[in-house]
């Protein structure tokens, strides 16, 4: 992880002029006033007037301005913020989803269970930066985004990156970048498409092919469109409704989006990669798994794979309790009917759109949808207006195993379950399931021990990618057996609620 780097190999890695570190600290240099990505093409600066910060703000914060050559805030997001679990790398992902916007940082404190003051001192010694300072940099990053990447009037880029008011936006962009924001527009490459459509920065190998084909199979009729280059879909908001799409186009992925209040549109931004797992460091993941003679060929055949994550939590939850035990098409028909019966629709961009039931509407009509035992049935409808009331609260900044426990604590909800969820929703990348039978089939295609107590005895060298030995195992199944990796048949020596990929 980047936050452990020494100087040594952080000024190694920028005179080297290394891609692979960008968005993952920035270099101040002290002559010149300003701060780039390790990969800028401008002369390697001197030791001596050169200083390291693990964010751009914390840049800002010091006094430099972004380098105007490299464009610092165009590169992906830092891997940090999903590898680790700590109190800064949840408050960056809440910030990352404008919880600041939306709540201050008195809401933002709360959430992590601090006082406002404390949190501040934590981020500032962290991270060089407090959370309003982190809120601002990602304003601002979102903002840079929409002015090079979209014709939407500066005005309405202002208020879409979470601005209060024009003048603060104008102020902000100046002094980041020490640009006006029609200076900044001006400098992107080639026309702007109409409306948002939008490049995402990622880190290269990226397995498109894996994800696309992943959404595809899980897709909910109605609500989600997938096939082997797009994935598009509906979701809720803090403000309301949002859709997008997001293609392939060549090597880079576009991001289409619709949004009800333009203030969701930075939040919007931030799940999409989430869901698509951008900012993984794929070259790490992949030279720790392919350490493993049992591994490497299957990482040589699939580089870059990545982890899907969740856009929205409390519908994963869901999604995973209604799969337990059954196939994915079994699962994926129960949804539809769900989402059929229950979802809300919306008029957004010219069309109606569904959206997933609200957690309210499932626990109080759950049950005249729903099939299947009743004690499940109950679980599920439970589950959902814990989620409702504010019983649980699920969100992608939770503690792993505070979040674990909360989940074990609901009725119908075990281990596996759990466990799945945490892996989609905070996107821990160390988790690993041996009570899931296709994973297990994977496992033995792989030579590696399929029975539960040896897979994880031999999971512990990976760590801390066994998530993404997972998806290995995973995909391993379904290559080698694609029915019965979709059967998800359940082992009678484990409890009944495992064994849904």
Known sequence: MTLAMTFDERYRAIDARDARFDGQFVTAVRSTGIYC???????????GNVTFYPTSAAAHEAGYRACKRCLPEAAPGSPDWNVRGDVAARAMRLIADG?????????????????????????TSELGAGPLALARAHRAHTARLLLVGT?????????????????????????IFAMTPGELRVRRRGPAA??????????????????????RVRAIPGM????????ARTLRLPGGAAWFRLRLDGRRLRLQARVQHPGDLAALVTRVRRLFDLDADPQAVDAALAAHPELAPHVAAVPGIRLPGAADPHEMLIRAMIGQQISVAAARTHLTRLVDALGERTELGGQ??????????????????LRGPAARIRAITGAAAALASGAVRLTPADDGAEQRAALLALPGIGPWTADYVRMRVTGDPDVLLPG?????????????PADPLGLVAWGARTAPWRSYLSMHLWRLAAAA????????TPDPTLPKETAHV
């Not at 990505?37 to 030791?47: E, F, G, N, Q």
């Not at 014709?151 to 902000?172: E, I, M």
Request: net charge negative; aromatic share 6%; hydrophobic share 45%.
């Open 37 to 47: 990505r390790p990969s800028c093409p401008a002369r390697t600066p001197k030791p």
């Open 99 to 123: 919880v600041v916007e939306r709540e201050g940082v008195a809401g933002l404190a709360s959430r992590l269970g601090y006082s406002g003051r404390h949190l501040s001192r934590l981020l």
């Open 151 to 175: 014709d939407l009037p500066v005005t309405d880029v202002a208020f879409s990156a979470g601005f209060a008011s024009v003048r603060q936006f104008n102020d902000t962009i100046r002094e």
């Open 194 to 215: 109409a409306g948002v459509d939008l490049a995402l920065p990622l880190r290269e190998p990226f397995d498109a092919a894996g994800l696309f084909e992943w959404m």
């Open 224 to 231: 989600e469109e997938a096939d082997g280059s797009s994935f």
């Open 352 to 369: 109606t759109r569904v959206l997933f039931p609200t957690m309210a509407t499932l626990a109080e009509r759950g049950h005249e949808v």
């Open 436 to 448: 899931d039978v296709a994973l297990r089939a994977g496992a033995a295609v792989a030579g590696v």
């Open 481 to 488: 057996s694609p029915t019965a990796a979709a059967r998800a």
